[in-house]
């Protein structure tokens, strides 16, 4: 249900208001049933908020919400302000379903937005949903990966400073960052026939202006930190180019040119996909051994509990978890 505080509820509810929804997978919401009422209310929406203790109870029906009610929040968390219950609430929710998901109980994780100072505040101390989800599956590294209508972007580095991204990105962490990107393009069924299998066309940026050009611009890290990586990924068979500039590689991508872009850092990456438009990008968490897609925007404090919150993007990551779960 993500951060009570934010637009968590209301994205989850407006989504499942969308009968399609039930056509493409069983949607179970992990929450809280105090503040789905409060949200449904709000949105004057005409659903029954049914608790249950486990799928197994669920109806999985157009009209009903089935809730595994956590009830950690016993009163109503005041919209829009950070939260250290609502960050502990949120966290839990997390907490549940990935069990679930190793348990074999659910076969993928939709996640709303969650508040990264209120999860702070709670003595979570994780940079965000990515890193607590490489941490509670026991994973030692993943990628965070945008999925959009026109571009499919897998991050090397994401959540941390640029000087600190540059420092920690080095031709082995590439490689594995475009092994992960390939293997969930394949798994979504993107890509191209060569060689009898379905190969992505995958792209990989430089990190400086003109991807160095050079040797003019930077310390030599497309040279060093980039080439070998893409070199080896060839070496495999991959359909992998580069490093090219990245605002030049960006375009060529959303054109059709490359079914996938390798972005150095958060900015590289985020920047395109949403410029294009948040209502229909997905994050999508590499690497994991679960399935977990999410929202591609954030708690929006500003207009929570106004009832203007955009449920699209909700409605594309339950439908990309669906289709990564199925194959």
């Known amino acids: 249900m993500g951060d009570a505080a934010g637009v968590g509820p209301e994205v989850v509810l407006k989504a499942l208001t969308h009968a399609g929804v039930y056509k493409q997978c069983r949607p179970l919401v992990i929450g809280d049933a105090r503040q789905l009422e409060r949200a449904k209310a709000l949105l004057k929406l005409n659903l029954e908020i049914f608790p249950v203790p486990d799928s197994k109870k669920a109806k999985f029906k157009p009209g009903v919400v089935d809730l595994i009610d956590l009830a950690l929040l016993l009163a109503n968390v005041p919209y829009g302000k950070i939260s250290a219950a609502a960050g502990e609430a949120a966290y839990?929710?997390?907490?549940?379903?990935?069990?679930?998901?190793?348990?074999?109980?659910?076969?993928?994780?939709?996640?709303a937005p969650i508040n990264k100072e209120a999860l702070n505040a709670a003595g979570h101390h994780f940079p965000g949903h990515t890193e607590i989800l490489a941490t509670l599956t026991g994973t030692p590294e993943v990628s965070l990966m945008l999925f959009s209508p026109k571009l499919r972007i897998i991050h090397v580095t994401a959540h941390m400073g640029l000087l600190d991204s540059i420092e920690r990105i080095d031709a082995g962490l590439v490689e594995r960052t475009i092994a992960r990107g390939r293997e969930l393009m394949i798994r979504a069924g993107t890509g191209q026939e060569r060689a009898g299998a379905l190969e992505p066309r995958i792209g990989v940026c430089g990190i400086n202006p003109h991807a160095g050009e050079g040797g003019l611009f930077g310390?030599?890290?497309?040279?060093?930190?980039?080439?070998?990586?893409?070199?080896?990924?060839?070496?495999?068979?991959?359909?992998?180019?580069?490093?090219?500039?990245?605002?030049?590689?960006?375009?060529?991508?959303?054109?059709?040119?490359?079914?996938?872009?390798?972005?150095?850092?958060?900015?590289?990456?985020?920047?395109?996909?949403?410029?294009?438009?948040?209502?229909?990008?997905?994050?999508?968490?590499?690497?994991?051994?679960?399935?977990?897609?999410?929202?591609?925007?954030g708690t929006a404090f500003d207009i929570a509990g106004t009832g203007k919150a955009d449920e699209r993007s909700m409605l594309e990551a339950i439908r990309y978890a669906a289709l990564l779960a199925a194959r």
Request: charge should be negative; aromatic fraction near 6%.
């Open 219 to 297: 310390r030599g890290e497309e040279e060093i930190k980039i080439a070998p990586a893409v070199a080896m990924a060839r070496t495999r068979g991959w359909n992998v180019e580069g490093p090219y500039p990245a605002d030049a590689l960006l375009y060529r991508a959303a054109r059709g040119d490359f079914d996938l872009v390798v972005a150095m850092y958060h900015d590289q990456g985020h920047g395109p996909v949403k410029a294009m438009g948040l209502e229909h990008g997905v994050n999508v968490t590499a690497g994991l051994p679960i399935v977990r897609t999410s929202v591609d925007h």
């Open 92 to 111: 839990r929710y997390i907490e549940l379903a990935v069990k679930l998901a190793l348990q074999g109980e659910i076969d993928a994780v939709c996640t």
